[in-house]
């Protein structure tokens, strides 16, 4: 007996995917910021995913993942009705939520999906959450339509102008903040460069600034080491200490080395997944 895909929908064709998954302790208790790991079988890899949002009553989870590597093309594979052998969780620390006024939630690509677990949470607290998303293009946008289902404001950002401000997010986020004296945090989930330059733009202005370093873990449960990064000076595990933590703290150039580890391993086994599905005419 795995855990049941009960919804499979491709947000982008070929990139990124959604799961709806039946998991009802994991719902039970899953919080903002926490992830699963996921092993599709038995040989399976452990793949740490954010929970992107869940629903206790009726007891499913439901993740986003970009596809990368052999693993996540692996999990890509899968169809509703098919099972995942493992799905552990929830881990990692919960994001400290707590009524505190105006909150900005940015996220860039599949980081839309994390942050929209934590928006929602920040608005369920009674903040007034202003959500700031951002893509190349309008097509490659994730969680619109929900984020506006109950964000008071939703602002987006496109690297073409096809929809919304045409550029970055963080030239969004300084016109706000230098309009906008009640911000008492932002929080950012995104790619690495993402996350620098927002903690970059809130840094004059004072606002504390959360970003989410869950790109960089591998087994989640702190024994690999891989997800070792520099905060305050200090080292912590982004598995276990985190993943969320001050973005104003953070070494992001160890960060983006670090980022690289693996990637001569992770070629190497696409290469041999791509030649074997070809093999087999998949």
Do not use: Y
């Amino acid at each position: 007996m795995g855990f049941k895909i009960l919804k499979k929908e491709e947000l982008i064709p070929g990139q990124t995917s959604l799961f709806v998954i039946d998991a009802p302790q994991i719902a039970k208790k899953a919080m903002p910021g926490n992830f699963v790991i996921i092993r599709i079988d038995e040989n399976g890899e452990r793949i740490p995913l954010t929970i992107a949002d869940k629903d206790r009553e009726a007891g499913t989870i439901t993740i986003v993942f970009l596809v990368v590597g052999k693993s996540t093309a692996q999990l890509n594979m899968l169809q509703e009705g098919d099972d995942i052998l493992d799905v552990c969780g929830p881990l990692g620390k919960a994001t400290h939520i707590e009524k505190q006024g105006t909150v900005i939630c940015v996220g860039g690509g599949t980081g839309i999906a994390a942050m929209h677990h934590i928006a929602k949470g920040h608005w369920e607290a009674g903040n007034h959450v202003v959500a700031l998303i951002g893509a190349r293009t309008e097509n490659l946008l994730l969680f619109r339509c929900e984020l506006n289902g109950f964000c008071p404001e939703v602002m987006v950002a496109t690297d073409d102008g096809s929809v919304g401000h045409k550029g970055f997010v963080t030239e969004v986020l300084k016109d706000r903040l230098e309009r906008d004296s009640n911000v008492t945090e932002v929080v950012a989930i995104g790619p690495v460069p993402m996350m620098e330059a927002v903690a970059k733009v809130t840094e004059p202005f004072g606002v504390k600034t959360t970003v989410s370093l869950n790109s960089i873990m591998v087994d989640g449960i702190g024994m690999c080491g891989a997800c070792r990064c520099s905060v305050d000076g200090k080292t912590k595990f982004a598995c276990v200490d985190g993943p969320e933590f001050d973005g104003h703290k953070v070494d992001f150039s160890e960060l983006k080395a670090r980022l690289w580890q693996f990637k001569e391993q992770e070629d190497e086994s696409m290469g041999k997944f791509k030649k074997e599905c070809t093999c087999h005419g998949k």
